[in-house]
């Protein structure tokens, strides 16, 4: 009878394996939740008495939460030794852009119905506007050169000093969002202090 328990099972699972396989899935299925749930409720009425408000600030928290869960990436890899990890930090990043553009989408259809007359008029005269768009404008790159023949051509080195640049629209993110309330600081104040441990953990990990 001990002797039945005690057989190896044949192929044991790998746990490290099932996980590595299933995290770029999972990570994308996560990342798609909050735009299918803004289409379902887009369909049922679900965005309350202001949608296009609705849509821009939705879509606009979501831009800068990605950004903030793509930075949060190399901190939880310096602290778990999880490696696996930067496998999705790209997709993450993607996302990003995914979430930025729809919120400008909103805006300029939605909002000003493409009257770039307007468009440019606010970003000119409201600061917060200027520095969101500064902040877009910043991401553009990033996106263009995220694909693996890019990262190849520009080299590894190259290319990860030139993502930094993401801290600086996470911090703009920031700034346009707060510039943008009358009241209630708590949300971008809550963002802010999360960035500020993230830096804080890369910089004590990198000068110990
Ligand atoms: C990386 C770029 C950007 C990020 C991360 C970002 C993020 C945000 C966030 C978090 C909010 C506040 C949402 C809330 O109240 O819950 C917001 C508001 C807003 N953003 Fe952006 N934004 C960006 C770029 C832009 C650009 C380029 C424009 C326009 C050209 C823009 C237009 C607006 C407007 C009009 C609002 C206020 C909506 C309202 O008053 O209800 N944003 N954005």
Known sequence: MNDILAIEPKHPIDWAIIVRRALKPVVFTLS??????????????????????????FNGDWALRFLLIGLAVTPIRLMTGWTDIARVRRMLGLFAFFYVCLHISAYVGLDQFFNWRNIWADIVKRVYITIGMAAFLSLIPLAVTSTAGMVKRMGARQWRRMHRVVYVTTIAGIIHYIMMLKAGYQEPALYAAILAVLLAIRALKKWP
């Open 32 to 57: 798609c939740l909050p735009v299918a749930w803004l289409a379902w409720a887009a369909l049922n009425n679900g965005l309350g008495a202001n949608p296009i408000e609705k849509l821009i600030r």
